[in-house]
């Protein structure tokens, strides 16, 4: 499986925004789901927000339900997490995976994803 790439990280105030990519090369790209999971330090990994293999699903964790929106361009190889009205507990790294599958009919966690990226650190400052 080719390597997903994170970017976009940084640093920014509360009640900010900042957008995620999730790359690769590939042409299995738009065959899978898409995830997003974030750690941050001293707490286990949980899962943020997937998209199904052609977008025509979303999944989001509760805590981000409202704030951030998943979206994909399969044209592109590429997956966005934009996150908006950030709080200082969304400080975190931030990683992309692929889905075990086209679509979940139940909403997915972290285990339900391979692959994870590097990763891109988010900052949010209060």
């Known amino acids: 499986q080719v390597q997903l790439v994170e970017s976009g990280g940084g640093l920014v105030q509360a009640g900010g925004s900042l957008r995620l990519s999730c790359a690769a090369s590939g042409r299995t790209f738009g065959s899978y789901a898409i995830g997003w999971s974030r750690q941050a330090p001293g707490k286990e990994r949980e899962f943020v927000a997937a998209i199904s293999w052609n977008g025509d699903r979303t999944y989001y964790a509760d805590f981000v339900k409202g704030r951030f929106t998943i979206s994909r361009d399969n044209a592109e190889n590429t997956v966005w997490l934009q996150m908006n009205s950030l709080k200082s507990e969304d400080t975190a790294v931030y990683y992309c995976?692929?889905?075990?599958?086209?679509?979940?009919?139940?909403?997915?966690?972290?285990?339900?994803?391979?692959?994870w990226g590097q990763g891109t650190q988010v900052t949010v400052s209060s």
């Open positions: 995976a692929y889905g075990r599958t086209r679509t979940y009919s139940y909403t997915p966690s972290v285990p339900d994803f391979r692959s």
